[in-house]
């Protein structure tokens, strides 16, 4: 599933006529990154669930390259859900006996999903994060690879899962998890909520583990800064990131 519902508004003046999702970079749209990445693992079924401009979102999508793949549209133009909204109100699609990935459509990376997805079912995870070291705000805590909290350095706020680590790593979120279906019987939330609020409630009871991944050929395309940064990175190491 490809989060593209997001509206954006770091993005401005780019959203102002346009969903996120549909902002190109280096001659692609943000959606279509996305959906090769995906293709490019071997995904055949996704998910894109949309809000901002709904209508040239359906379009654009149904002129997607999906390189053989089914595209299902979740529709949120009514309501914005969420990460955890999102994944709920797509849950008919996802539910099954095989794990799936979730992918914000606004990061790209050169992470490996399948050995990814390797690790996760080998070790029998609820879900499987990828995070790295690198310098931000907000924080997952880990402990010996598992997640035990969270934290923002800035604020000073924090959430233990159970029982503190004394030490735990620190690693930044990189908006590419894979989930076992089993979480559609255990998220209580409704409406509007983060999926990170479902894994921090289940985590003293459930296995959420970390892939840790290089930052170096990861980027955040929230802002126009972080654009401009991600379409030079493309630039020096295209064969990263599958032009």
């Known amino acids: 599933m490809i989060f593209a519902a997001g509206l954006g508004t770091r993005l401005m003046p780019l959203t102002t006529h346009k969903p996120k999702a549909l902002v190109e970079l280096n001659g692609k749209t943000l959606l279509q990154r996305a959906v090769d990445k995906l293709t490019h693992a071997g995904i055949r079924f996704i998910v894109i669930n949309i809000h ?18 089914e595209i299902i549209v979740s529709d949120e133009s009514d309501l914005l859900l969420d990460t955890g909204g999102g994944l709920s109100k797509a849950a008919e699609h996802l539910r099954g006996d095989t794990p799936f990935i979730l992918h914000n459509v606004d990061v790209i990376s050169d992470i490996n999903l399948k050995e990814m997805y390797s690790l996760h079912t080998r070790e029998k995870a609820l879900a499987t994060l990828a995070v790295s070291q690198r310098t931000t705000a907000r924080y997952f805590m880990w ?46 939330e409704q409406g509007v909520f983060s999926i990170n609020k479902v894994y921090l409630r289940l985590a003293e009871k459930y296995k959420i583990i970390a892939w840790e991944h290089d930052p170096a050929y990861w980027a955040d395309l929230g802002t126009t800064s972080k654009l401009e940064e991600a379409s030079k990175l493309i630039d020096m190491h295209p064969e990263k990131f599958f032009n």
């Open 143 to 188: 402990d010996n690879g598992r997640l035990c909290g969270w934290t923002n350095i800035q604020t000073k706020a924090r959430i233990d899962c159970g029982s503190a680590a004394s030490s735990p790593r620190l690693l930044a979120f990189s908006g590419i998890h894979i989930v076992s279906p089993d979480i559609f019987d255990l998220i209580e």
């Open 52 to 69: 901002h401009f709904p209508d040239l979102m359906k379009e654009a999508i149904n002129q997607l390259q999906t390189n053989g793949a």
